[in-house]
Structure formats: structure tokens, C-alpha cells
């Protein structure tokens, strides 16, 4: 389980599937635009977002304020690619592309597209 926030304007990953990896949202404050399978939408607080493994999807802050979901992801291993990606996020400028699609390889995760902007 992961509680997650993002500033107003900022993309989220890249247009990606996973193959083993379940996902599941609740938007507690703010506005996303998302992109579940060929589905795109915006959705606000109170939103719940099922994304089953080989579905394509991302997503990316649509509205003024800071949006704020917890999701659940299963299985747990998905932990230790959260946490990789932290470790190639910059503070500040968009991370490698390439070493970000290299992660998500080892995980099970195709990057199919970019983001939503």
C-alpha cells in the first residue's frame, strides 16, 4: 500500500503495462486525467481506479491543487520498483529515459508511450 501526492502540471510514468502487477487507487484530494486501456477520463476525490495487470495506463495531475490517492498494489514485490524509481528520480529536470525503461524491464513493465501532459 502506498500513499502517493503530485504538485499541479506534473506528469506522471510514462504510458506503461505491467505484466504481473494489480493496481488499485483512491483519489483522496485534487483532480487526475488518467489513461486506463484505451479509456481516458478525468476523475476527482472519491474516485476509484482499478487498473488489472496487462492493461496499459498512467496518468498525470489535471488539476490546480495537489491530487493524493493511496493505492494498492499487489504482489509486494512491486515495493522494490517503487523504490528503484526513487532512486532514479532527479530533484529536479525529468529522470533517464532509458534507465527508467531499464528498471521497469526487470520488473515485468513495458513503457508503451509517453506520459500524459
Given at each position: 500500500?502506498i500513499?502517493y501526492?503530485?504538485a499541479?502540471?506534473?506528469?506522471?510514468?510514462?504510458?506503461?503495462?505491467h505484466?504481473?502487477?494489480?493496481?488499485?487507487?483512491?483519489?483522496?484530494?485534487?483532480e487526475?486525467?488518467?489513461?486506463?486501456?484505451?479509456?481516458?477520463?478525468?476523475?476527482g476525490?472519491?474516485s476509484?481506479l482499478?487498473?488489472?495487470r496487462?492493461t496499459?495506463h498512467?496518468?498525470?495531475?489535471?488539476?490546480?491543487?495537489?491530487?493524493?490517492?493511496?493505492?494498492?498494489?499487489?504482489?509486494?514485490?512491486?515495493?522494490?520498483?517503487?523504490?528503484?524509481?526513487?532512486?532514479?528520480l532527479?530533484?529536479?529536470?525529468?529522470?533517464?529515459?532509458?534507465a527508467v525503461?531499464?528498471?521497469?524491464?526487470?520488473?515485468?513493465?513495458?513503457i508503451l508511450?509517453?506520459?500524459?501532459?
Open positions: 500500500m500513499d501526492s503530485a499541479p502540471g506534473v506528469p506522471g510514468p510514462p504510458l506503461h503495462v505484466d504481473a502487477i494489480d493496481e488499485a487507487w483512491y483519489l483522496l484530494e485534487g487526475l486525467e488518467v489513461q486506463v486501456g484505451d479509456e481516458r477520463r478525468r476523475v476525490a472519491g476509484f482499478l487498473v488489472p496487462q496499459p498512467t496518468f498525470v495531475n489535471a488539476g490546480a491543487g495537489r491530487a493524493r490517492w493511496v493505492g494498492v498494489l499487489a504482489p509486494g514485490t512491486v515495493l522494490g520498483m517503487l523504490e528503484d524509481l526513487g532512486r532514479l532527479p530533484g529536479q529536470g525529468p529522470p533517464d529515459d532509458g525503461a531499464e528498471m521497469f524491464r526487470r520488473y515485468g513493465t513495458t508511450g509517453p506520459p500524459l501532459g
